[in-house]
């Protein structure tokens, strides 16, 4: 999908979770829940969220920045998340 000026729509997503070493009570939660689902061998789960949307740039380079921005100020809490970007869907 182009846009104006040389610009081409990425899709992105932004996949926010705790940091290493900060408790986690909901993936505790689902894990201790599993063995009474009949779930077994399931071990390290944990709760994050995640935001899919299109970023119009000139590369991929520059819209994963664009992305990264917009986690870092207004998806993420930095102090206690982490933020991963990455392309999805068919690349231009």
Sequence with gaps: MAGG???????????????????????????????????SGVSGVSVGKAFRFRVEATSDAEAIEHADDLAGRLLANPVIEVATVSIVGDRP
């Design 5 to 39: 000026g040389g610009l081409t729509q990425f899709e992105v997503m932004v996949e926010v979770r705790l940091r290493p070493g900060i408790a986690d009570p909901q993936g505790a939660t689902i894990e201790r829940a599993l063995p009474a689902l009949g779930v």
